[in-house]
């Protein structure tokens, strides 16, 4: 019997009763991961900090032997405490309340831009035969360079900044969803078909579900580009958030602004990431282990 049953299985037919019976109920059942005791410490984390303490040791060791002026490379010592004094002073929070105003609003709008139109060309040939060329060519446009465009039709006030902040996120989006749902197995729509579903089960219950990892993907690289994006716009046309900061700070040839705004930035951009993949694990809890 369990030569008819690994037989089977490797030729893809069907196992017999008698041979089904003979496996019993588990090795039907699927094998679960041995989950870590709440007592089992995971070593893999230590691997992320040698390189980032190496580059603060050698920071330090460059201030420490005046290898690079203070002026223009203030020890870490300094950059850490001026962050503090910002955060508690306040200033730090607002000008991270207003970037992260602006991230969240564009970021909305070229969320769901690019999920209705890479949908559109996953799902419709003709849309993206006709749709996807053009599309191509403006995603390789950067940001910045749409800013000379948008400033004479928009202004400078916050719609340009949405704009910008939205087409950021608008590509990755979109080519993520397109690629996503181009790459669902035939063979998953062939057995919806098989069960009779109607066209909006297909998408609701096959498509989009086999379609979600990829989709999230593009979700985290849009929201990346939004934040990248963002500092680029307020260091060249804004009267604060961070990346004013960090042009206020370079005018005033306060260095130690300028990096303790560079570190609120990359905190925030690596929170950001962090809470999508907490949400992405979530999401997608129900797949099994190597799949």
Not at 55 to 65: D, Y
Not at 212 to 226: E, F, K, M, S
Request: overall charge positive; glycine content about 10%; hydrophobic content about 55%.
């Amino acid at each position: 019997m369990w030569i008819n049953h690994w037989i089977a299985v490797a030729t893809g037919g069907s196992v017999p009763p008698g041979a089904a019976a003979g496996v019993g109920a588990q090795a039907a059942a699927p094998t679960r991961q041995p989950r870590r005791g709440a007592g089992h410490w995971n070593w893999r984390w230590l691997w992320a900090w040698p390189f980032p303490l190496a580059v603060l040791a050698l920071w330090q060791l460059s201030a420490v032997n005046g290898w690079v002026p203070d002026q223009v490379l203030p020890p870490p010592g300094v950059v850490f405490s001026t962050f503090a004094d910002m955060a508690a002073s306040g200033e730090l929070w607002s000008h991270l309340s207003i970037s992260l105003v602006r991230v969240f609003s564009g970021f909305g709008i070229g969320l769901a831009a690019g999920l209705l139109l890479g949908a559109a060309m996953g799902l419709s040939p003709t849309v993206r035969d006709y749709v996807f060329p053009l599309f191509k060519a403006f995603s390789q446009v950067p940001v910045i360079g749409w800013l000379p465009l948008l400033m004479l039709l928009v202004g400078i006030d916050e719609a340009l900044k949405f704009l910008l902040i939205a087409k950021a996120a608008l590509v990755p989006v979109a080519i993520n969803t397109c690629q996503g749902i181009q790459s669902v197995p035939n063979r998953f729509v062939e057995v919806a078909k098989v069960y009779g579903f109607t066209r909006w089960q297909m998408l609701t219950k096959v498509v989009f579900p086999a379609a979600t990892a990829p989709i999230w993907n593009g979700v985290r690289y849009g929201l990346t580009h939004a934040w990248l994006a963002l500092v680029v716009v307020e260091l060249l046309a804004s009267s604060e958030g961070v990346g004013f900061l960090i042009v206020y700070g370079r005018q005033l040839f306060q260095l130690d602004v300028v990096l303790a705004a560079v570190l609120a930035v990359g905190i925030v951009g690596l929170a950001l990431d962090k809470v999508l993949a907490r949400t992405e694990s979530w999401l997608l809890r129900w797949r099994r282990p190597g799949l």
